[in-house]
């Protein structure tokens, strides 16, 4: 045995790795937090129980209810003769649906052979031949699924929501980048808008709106257009000062250094803004379906709906490929905009002779698909892969669900989690008097942040119950924090296992790319046939629908930790646990919060499309509002929702980590 000398917790360089919790609990800035927090409680608590008790005091609810009833009602009522209806968002509406039919009706013009070769050609000139490659095969899957005019009609909506929410979120953040006062107020409601659940975004649009396509493309964009302000205003507020100033020394105006410096400085944050969009618009394409969307999403949802396997892998396939194919496109032509620095930009935008071929080709295979006569897919290419699916689910249904020796099936896990893990929390978090709740919120927030965070984390825990909304959220609250943690503990270790092993990193990569593009209703499905309806499928879908984000940064984090650190550490003996513990987990700290951080947002948005299943709680009051069109009931719950998310990001990211930014 080999005595290795252990590693300073300073680390191998002498440089100061970031506080944990034991260090916190250490000093005696933490003691005297501790101190503090004990005397306010042993003087607070006694007063408040004698005069509220345990639950949340009906004295310190506000109704909101009844002011958003009205509204609604106002709304339904006027949406036929009101002028802001009439001249304004009547408009919009059909501009929105004389858009997304046009594109619609560009695709039926060209056909599957034009469609098919437009898009394989334009990602070989964008990323090459391997990604057209991938492109090529997925149009085809998607014929041979019979999923050909679904896919057109979401690749429809998708170009036109895409194009509308990169302009909204790049003006939003032209104008967060080139102004501090802006980029204050924006934040938070940037926040807001991307912690707020799908779900609570339709209710409002479907009332002003209706269920169609404007409402489903309204609520896209509403969606997936904070990634791209986000990324805008942090490419513009990083640009290189040296280079600003030389501008403005040369005479420069404030518009010439915008357009000849700062923009071309972040044009790498402005495309990868791109593709974070288009990834969240397509997330949403499932979720509009609720609401009258045709294409895929739609008959994901129909399949949620009779619980049809086979049905909804053939629709979640293409989604899958479409996300795929333009996650790399966009991607690769970052990488490229990033590398090139000539000022004539990118070889693959110059070329006016390539992109001339690329149309030509197209129009020519158009044209050939049409003197064929079929535009679109030819049915008798379709392969039914319903039936074998719905087979298998069902062997596995019959096998697993019961009766398996030893571990027993997946209805006694369901059970087994639910009474021993669900149940507890929940009855512990609901029995815990509401004023020991927001204490225990304000200690954890202020022993890894300052009072400022400990302030935002308490007062929305208590506009949580300000709300009247208390106890379900104590419940959906229980349902994020178990899913959490298995959450973290299984990404933490896979994405540990990956980070030292480049065989296992590349054999999870394609299995995390389908996980992370798959769509959220997509997980119910299958979880719904193993485990039944209940609490305990809705943490389930929701840890496989963000384990591949916590895999994914924990091993980028480890991967990017300096080698020389860890080459010294090998130099002084220390075996690979402590090179891990003490150099390797310390060092990657920063993206180890990330992953906290993506992990309670992720789990917190299949916890409340749970409520699709048996979830309970706010997910259940969401799904009810937009089902009834009670605008009180679902938006209030979202609110809540909201607020959980907030005080969950406060309690688990050190202060130092927001104000160095989260990212996008």
């Known amino acids: 045995m080999s005595t290795a000398t252990p590693v300073s917790p300073r680390g191998t360089l002498g440089v100061d790795t970031p506080k944990g919790p034991a260090q916190i609990l250490a000093n005696r800035r933490g003691l005297a937090k501790l101190l503090l927090l004990a005397v306010v ?28 009833d009205k509204t609604s009602s106002w709304i339904i009522d006027n949406r036929d003769s009101h002028w802001l209806f009439v001249y304004f968002l009547g408009h919009l509406s059909n501009a929105v649906v004389l858009s997304v039919r046009g594109v619609y009706l560009l695709l039926l013009a060209l056909g599957w052979t034009g469609v098919t070769a437009g898009v394989t050609l334009l990602a070989w000139r964008v990323a090459g031949w391997r990604i057209a490659l991938t492109a090529l095969l997925s149009f085809v899957v ?3 699924l019979g999923m050909w005019v679904p896919t057109m009609q979401t690749l429809a909506l998708m170009v036109v929501a895409v194009v509308v929410s990169v302009a909204v979120g790049a003006l939003l953040g032209l104008a967060a980048g080139l102004s501090d006062r802006l980029f204050r107020i924006l934040r938070p409601v940037l926040d807001t808008m991307q912690v707020l659940p799908a779900f609570a975004y339709l209710l409002p649009v479907v009332l002003v709106f209706g269920i169609g396509v404007p409402a489903a493309l309204l609520a896209t964009v509403i969606y997936a ?45 402005l495309l990868l803004g791109v593709n974070q969009t288009i990834m969240m618009a397509l997330s949403m394409a499932v979720i509009a379906s609720v609401i009258g969307a045709a294409g895929l999403g739609d008959r994901v949802y129909q ?46 935008l110059r070329g006016w002779r390539a992109w001339t071929g690329v149309a030509v080709v197209t129009a020519a295979l158009a044209l050939l698909g049409r003197l064929s006569g079929s535009l679109v897919w030819p049915t008798g290419w379709a392969v039914d892969i319903a039936h ?9 249904v019959n096998h697993l669900y019961s009766g398996v020796p030893v571990v027993g099936g997946t209805a006694d896990w369901a059970a087994h989690f639910t009474n021993w893990v669900l149940n507890p929390l929940r009855d512990g978090l609901t029995a815990l008097p509401w004023y020991g709740t927001l204490l225990l919120v304000a200690a954890l927030a202020w022993l890894i942040g300052t009072w400022r965070t400990a302030l935002t984390a308490v007062l929305a825990m208590a506009a949580i119950g300000v709300l009247g909304v208390w106890k379900p959220s104590m419940n959906t609250l229980s349902q994020v924090l178990a899913a959490l943690v298995v959450t973290l503990v299984l990404g933490f270790a896979i994405g540990i296992l990956a980070a030292g092993s480049k065989r296992l990193e590349a054999i999870l990569r394609p299995v995390l790319d389908v996980m992370q593009t798959m769509p959220q209703f997509v997980y119910l499905i299958p979880v719904v046939a193993l485990f039944a309806v209940g609490r305990a499928p809705a943490a389930a879908a929701a840890v496989v629908y963000a384990l591949p984000a916590v895999i994914r940064i924990t091993t980028q984090g ?52 749970g409520g699709l299943v048996g979830g309970g709680a706010l997910g ?3 799904v009810t509002g937009l089902a009834t069109g009670d605008l009180g009931l679902g938006l209030v719950a979202g609110v809540a929702i909201v607020c959980l998310g907030l005080m969950l990001d406060r309690v688990t990211q050190p202060t130092e980590r927001r104000t160095t930014g989260k990212g996008a």
């Open 303 to 348: 399949a949620l709906a009779s619980v049809d396997v086979g049905a909804a892998l053939a629709a979640a396939i293409p989604i899958v490929l479409l996300a795929i194919v333009m996650d790399r496109t966009t991607a690769a032509a970052g990488e490229k905009i990033g590398a090139d620095t000539s000022a004539a930009g990118p070889a693959f």
């Open 41 to 68: 409680a042993a003087v607070v608590v006694p007063l408040l129980s004698a005069k509220y008790g345990a639950a949340w005091p009906h004295a310190l609810t506000v109704d909101v209810s009844g002011p958003l």
């Open 620 to 622: 259940y009051d969401v």
């Open 558 to 609: 480890l991967r990017q930790v300096d080698p020389a650190a860890m080459e010294s550490a090998r130099s002084l003996g220390a075996t690979r646990w402590q090179i891990l513990r003490q150099v390797q987990l310390p060092l990657a700290r920063p993206a180890l919060l990330l992953a906290v951080n993506q992990g309670v947002v992720l789990v917190l948005a299949v916890v409340i499309i």
């Open 142 to 144: 998607s014929g041979l």
């Open 388 to 396: 074998p699916v719905n087979d298998f689910k069902e062997w596995m």
């Open 225 to 269: 257009a904070p990634p791209m302000a986000r990324l805008t205003a942090l490419g513009l507020r990083g640009a290189d000062a040296g280079v600003l100033e030389a501008s403005a020394s040369l005479g420069a105006t404030g518009r010439q250094r915008l357009l000849t410096a700062r923009l071309p400085l972040a044009r790498k944050e």
